[in-house]
């Protein structure tokens, strides 16, 4: 259910919508909006009807049930020559199953304020590095939308999923008749849990020249030299924690044992086949530690329990390396 707080009359409405999602892009880009354009709050879902409280907060060793989620709309009117903007930014996604409902209750707020284009957004992992400029994905509900999309040199994704509502509300719209298109954003694999301010630049930036907006993102640049701080921070603690492992030669291993010279001639020799659930669990946990690199002494431990550390020795190291996960 929505709760109206007033009822703006707005000139050829556009809808820009956000839910947290990978790498935090999509609720960056639009809580910077809501913030920059000093947009204002009209109307909220509530969140009765879509959250359940699954924990207590302890203060001062009192506890109390913590606030729902929010989910509110804003609107901008804009003093130039481009439409007015309603901005939606939910706190939280519901649980999957509530997700359609929630979506249908954007759309019929869209329907009813007359908006003619709304925009989703969404990470877009790569095999990039987190100082590179990243790259921004288009993903449109209309032949038409398409169309613009191509006519403003945007690239196209041409196979995926965009998982959650950031993605699912475009196909909510296709009955509803609104055009809609959602914006990818590029960001490093190993950078998914964090905020990725970068990719919310690249992505307002473009914003400004196709909704004819000016807003002043500045300040997004300590956003993203801390960002940059915090990436060698982890960096450099993985290495720390990892300088044993990352040695061979002297002869530690990840269990804290050692290894003597007949061992080590034996474990450099030919290894045993390794079973198939072995090498996806290593698989897995490669992935992990390009996420979180303080997970590679997990790693480790599980390449010297089947005897092929040699094996994935380059790979490993690789991880932690300039230009590698730190």
Known sequence: MITYLKHPHLNHPQLLVAWPGMGYVASKTVSYLVDALEAERFAFINPDNYYSPTSVVVDKSLASIPPLPSNNFYFWKNPYSGSDLILFLGDAQPAPALQIQMAREVISLAVKMGVFRTWTFAAAPAAIQHKDKPRIWAVSNTMVLKDYLIEHGIEL?????????????????????????????????????????????????????????????????????????????????????????????????????????????EDEGESKPLPAPARKRIEDLFQQVRIDPLQAGMLKEELDKWGVYHLYEDRFLDLFREGGAG
């Open 157 to 265: 994704l041409e196979m995926g999923h965009i998982s959650g509502l950031n993605g699912l509300l475009l196909g909510i719209e296709v009955p509803a008749k609104i055009p809609g298109i959602c914006l990818l954003g590029e960001i490093p694999y190993y950078t998914i849990n964090l905020e990725n301010p970068r990719a919310s630049l690249v992505i307002l930036n473009l914003l400004e020249i196709l909704l004819s907006i000016r807003i002043d993102t500045l300040p997004l640049e300590d956003d993203i030299k801390n960002f940059d701080r915090e990436i060698t921070r982890i960096g450099k603690r993985a290495q720390e924690t990892m300088e044993t492992f990352i040695h061979p030669d002297e002869g530690l291993l990840g269990m804290g044992g050692y290894m003597g010279e007949e061992e080590e001639e």
